[in-house]
């Protein structure tokens, strides 16, 4: 299985990005697919997830800015990222998960002040 990410980028604080994961097999043979985020010297986070019932969970610092979705035909999952702040500058993974979870190479997002 592959989760190939895309659409990372440089961007300005208060500008948008939309982030692309894209499956090589059904998003819908996961129980659900997520997005992870990393930054420099911290662990890794939960930014946002979308299980196979549409029901979404959202990490609390990008709630209200952030929204997953997904194209089933496509078997892509998206992150769109509205009002990015400098703080949100990770390396951002997807991730399909169930009985074996797995993940993309991750994309790298930079915001700049």
């Known amino acids: 299985v592959q989760l190939q990410a895309s659409g990372g980028g440089l961007v300005q604080a208060g500008g948008s990005l939309r982030l692309s994961c894209a499956a090589s097999r059904s998003i819908f043979s996961f129980a659900a697919m997520g997005w992870y985020r990393q930054a420099p010297g911290k662990q890794r986070e939960l930014v946002a997830v979308?299980?196979?019932?549409?029901?979404?969970n959202y990490g609390a610092t990008v709630k209200g800015r952030f929204t997953i979705s997904r194209d089933s035909a496509k078997n892509t999952v998206y992150l769109q990222m509205n009002h990015l702040k400098p703080e949100d500058t990770a390396v951002y993974y997807c991730k399909g998960l169930g009985v074996i979870d797995y993940w993309g190479q991750g994309t790298l997002v930079t915001v700049s002040s």
């Open positions: 979308l299980d196979s019932d549409g029901s979404t």
